[in-house]
């Protein structure tokens, strides 16, 4: 069974840093693209950033210039990297991967999420 988990979030303050951790793991064949949304409680969930197997980001415009997507195929993790956060990237952060199992078809899989709050 295909299962992501999410790892590195927390409360930091305004401007600071946190790396967040996603390894999928089970019996798989192959991982296209993965990546990062987020949520906030009555909000619908939003895209965050994205990285193809062969290393192409897309990043939301919230994102750009602060945060890092990048990935590890040996691993099967995708990281990503949030410096100068702000009080409004406060959210539950959920990782996703496109995935082929070995045994069936491929799919679109996600993490139980992990809270990033940013407070002082």
């Known amino acids: 069974q295909v299962q992501l988990l999410e790892s590195g979030g927390g409360l930091v303050q305004p401007g600071g840093s946190l790396r967040l951790s996603c390894a999928a793991s089970?019996?798989?064949?192959?991982?296209?693209?993965m990546g990062w949304h987020r949520q906030t409680p009555g909000k619908q969930r939003e895209l965050v950033a994205t990285?193809?197997?062969?290393?192409?980001?897309v990043y939301a415009d919230s994102a750009k210039g602060r945060f890092t997507i990048s990935r590890d195929n040996a691993k099967n993790t995708v990281y990503l990297q949030m410096n100068s956060l702000k009080p409004e990237d406060t959210a539950v952060y959920y990782c996703?991967?496109?995935?082929?199992?070995?045994?069936?078809?491929?799919?679109?899989?996600w993490g139980q999420g992990t809270q990033v709050t940013v407070s002082s």
């Open positions: 996703n991967a496109n995935i082929k199992p070995r045994f069936r078809s491929r799919g679109d899989y």
């Open positions: 089970g019996s798989i064949s192959s991982i296209s693209t």
């Open positions: 990285i193809t197997s062969g290393g192409t980001t």
